[in-house]
């Protein structure tokens, strides 16, 4: 599946992914910067993501239930990762994020239950209330040395 130009989003009204569900691999046009909302919801048969270089914002629900999403690689350009972002990305190990990126939303990465790393960058400044709950077996967390505004329970089980 190949994505088009500006900004990945559901324009067909609903809860719609943009994306089948059936996709497997996925290649984003360079010129991308925005991962809209719900691009590509429960679309279960992605392993593994790689964002282009553009891309600034990974949109609410974006990747939300993707099973067996085991890697996603963020580019050094993102600025920030809204609510629900990764929701139930059971199969996610380890994510880094870039240096730059400023926002984790609320939920980004709730019940991503084989996450086991997580490095943060010293530019984030906001992470969202239960960004990280339910991380079930969660080892490693690298955190900046700056003042990060936390919200509600983060880090939850």
């Given at each position: 599946?190949?994505?088009?130009?500006?900004?990945?989003?559901?324009?067909?009204?609903?809860?719609?992914?943009?994306?089948?569900?059936?996709?497997?691999?996925?290649?984003?046009?360079?010129?991308?910067?925005?991962?809209?909302?719900?691009?590509?919801?429960?679309?279960?048969?992605?392993?593994?993501?790689?964002?282009?270089?553009?891309?600034?914002?990974?949109?609410?629900?974006?990747?939300?239930?993707?099973?067996?999403?085991?890697?996603?690689?963020?580019?050094?350009?993102?600025?920030?990762?809204?609510?629900?972002?990764?929701?139930?990305?059971?199969?996610?190990?380890?994510?880094?994020?870039?240096?730059?990126?400023?926002?984790?939303?609320?939920?980004?990465?709730?019940?991503?239950?084989?996450?086991?790393?997580?490095?943060?960058?010293?530019?984030?400044?906001?992470?969202?209330?239960?960004?990280?709950?339910?991380?079930?077996?969660?080892q490693t967390l690298t955190l900046p040395l700056?003042?990060?505004?936390?919200?509600?329970?983060?880090?939850?089980?």
């Amino acid at each position: 599946y190949t994505g088009g130009e500006g900004v990945w989003d559901d324009r067909r009204g609903g809860y719609k992914p943009v994306a089948p569900k059936r996709v497997e691999s996925v290649e984003i046009d360079p010129s991308v910067k925005e991962i809209g909302d719900r691009a590509f919801y429960e679309c279960n048969k992605i392993k593994s993501i790689t964002l282009p270089d553009n891309v600034q914002v990974v949109g609410e629900y974006a990747f939300r239930d993707c099973d067996s999403l085991s890697m996603v690689e963020l580019p050094s350009t993102l600025t920030k990762i809204k609510q629900y972002a990764f929701y139930r990305c059971k199969s996610l190990q380890t994510i880094r994020i870039p240096e730059g990126t400023e926002e984790i939303g609320a939920y980004a990465f709730y019940k991503c239950t084989n996450l086991n790393q997580i490095d943060l960058p010293t530019s984030i400044n906001i992470i969202g209330e239960r960004a990280f709950d339910g991380c079930t077996s969660l080892q490693t967390l690298t955190l900046p040395l700056i003042p990060v505004v936390f919200e509600n329970d983060h880090f939850r089980h």
